[in-house]
């Protein structure tokens, strides 16, 4: 089955540490996306890679970081700047980084921190 | 003025109704349009897409595109209660690679 994974689909953490989300996804697509959901919020861009090795700021990158060093992989890590890293973490991809292309979510990662 | 603007509803409709779900967007150079449905606590998934102006169809859902108005809704034909979910527009902002979320619309559909 094709897809997006991520895990874990929950993940708590006391302030000042540092925690990294999985995304893995096997669709075959080149552009792969982060995204953060609050509660009555609609979705915001973390960071967003068009291809291997290269990966660009969203609207809200502070207090995050991300790596691509594979196709099928872009983990991102909530770094202790992050003022409020308590949300909805959604990953997506697409076919290819062009507006022209569907992009598909996974599940989520329910992160709280404390 | 948001890129993406939906009502938040609640959008209540009775079983077997048609529910009208709108969007409007404020880049005149956007191609790209998708509806997605978020269930409470899930991920969004992906209803349709839309590209050329017009209606577009798929089993009870029908896309309708304007870009002159920069309007674009979602129709759901013989609303049942599993439709009851948060519906989300998107838009792929031209020249760039990303994609404008509205903030969703909350629909109810009453048994």
């Known amino acids: 089955d094709g897809g997006i994974t991520q895990s874990p689909k929950y993940l708590f953490r006391k302030e000042g540490q540092n925690v990294t989300l999985s995304c893995e996804q096997n669709?075959?697509?080149?552009?792969m996306y982060w995204y953060r959901q609050d509660p009555g919020q609609g979705l915001r861009l973390i960071y967003y890679?068009?291809?291997?090795?290269?990966?660009q700021k969203g609207d809200i990158a502070e207090g995050y970081s991300v790596s691509r060093e594979k196709k099928e992989s872009f983990p991102l890590t909530v770094t202790s700047a992050q003022k409020n890293p308590t949300a909805f973490y959604l990953c997506?991809?697409?076919?290819?980084?062009?507006?022209?292309?569907?992009?598909?979510f996974g599940p989520g990662t329910r992160l709280t921190v404390t | 003025q948001k890129e993406v603007e939906q009502n938040s509803g609640p959008l209540s409709v009775p079983e077997g109704a048609i529910a009208s779900l709108n969007c409007t967007y404020s880049?005149?150079?956007?191609?790209?349009f998708f509806w997605y449905r978020q269930y409470s606590g899930k991920s969004p998934e992906l209803i349709m897409s839309?590209?050329?102006?017009g209606d577009k169809e798929d089993g009870r859902f029908t896309a309708q595109l304007n870009k002159a108005s920069q309007y674009v809704s979602l129709l759901i034909r013989d609303s049942q209660p599993s439709d009851s979910a948060t519906y989300l527009c998107?838009?792929?902002?031209?020249?760039?690679?990303?994609?404008?979320f509205g903030t969703g619309t909350r629909l109810k559909v009453l048994a």
């Open positions: 997506a991809s697409s076919k290819q980084g062009r507006g022209d292309y569907e992009q598909y």
């Open positions: 890679s068009q291809i291997v090795n290269d990966f």
């Open positions: 669709l075959n697509h080149d552009a």
């Open positions: 998107a838009v792929a902002k031209s020249g760039t690679y990303k994609y404008i």
């Open positions: 880049d005149r150079g956007s191609q790209s």
């Open positions: 839309i590209y050329s102006n």
